[in-house]
């Protein structure tokens, strides 16, 4: 249930902050429409996920959900982190570690998921920058 409410506290966290940003339209949608797109289904997740323990009627095991709130946490630290680092290592680095610090929460092994991190983040680079000529961070680094 703490992850849940973590979950719902991020969501919504979220969604507050992009509303900071112009939304724009469906057909043109601003800088904020996915933010708040993505923290109002967080929200929404969660909120499913804490009814689902509830109705469940058994509490789940604690160490389950330590574990579970040990990864959501992990994961809004390593978030916060990126978007802390964003301005200074650019987008294409930022979004290599931000992939490979999940996929390690996660508990994948190290070789597939600096791969995994690594195409992700020259794919987006590529879609991204190159494709669609979106102007994106470039940190220090210079991409």
Known sequence: MTAAIALFAFGA????????????TLRVPGSGFFPLALGLLLAALAVGQAARVYLAKTAPAAASDEGATRKVVLFMGATALA????????????????????????????????????GTAVACYIVFVRWLRIPLPEGWLGF
């Open 13 to 24: 966290v979220t969604a507050a902050l992009s509303l900071q940003l112009p939304l724009g």
């Open 83 to 118: 978007v802390a680092l964003l301005p200074y290592l650019g987008y294409a680095l930022v979004g290599f570690l931000l992939m490979l610090a999940l996929l390690q929460v996660l508990g994948m092994r190290r070789v597939p998921s600096v791969l995994i991190a690594l």
